[in-house]
């Protein structure tokens, strides 16, 4: 079983802002790529199927990106 990966920001997002730690979308793509590796390394399967990128500044999940692209820098 599989994730949506926008399903997945989505969580992190709402689950950092009720702890009060809003995220940027740069520190959200981070994320999804270590919580990716983690989710891996403990059950031997992916987490979801889309691909993470090497972009300039890191990892990034290109629909997650883009959907959340107008919030560059701001949590």
């Not at 079983?1 to 926008?6: A, H, R």
């Not at 995220?23 to 990716?36: C, D, E, G, T």
């Amino acid at each position: 079983m599989w994730y949506k990966v926008l399903e997945v920001a989505k969580y992190i997002i709402s689950r950092c802002s009720e702890l009060r730690n809003p995220v940027s979308n740069l520190k959200l793509q981070k994320m999804l790529y270590f919580i990716w590796i983690e989710f891996y390394k403990h059950t031997g399967r992916m987490l979801f199927l889309d691909d993470i990128c090497a972009w300039q500044l890191g990892p990034a999940v290109p629909i997650v990106y883009y959907e959340f692209c107008q919030y560059p820098e701001n949590p």
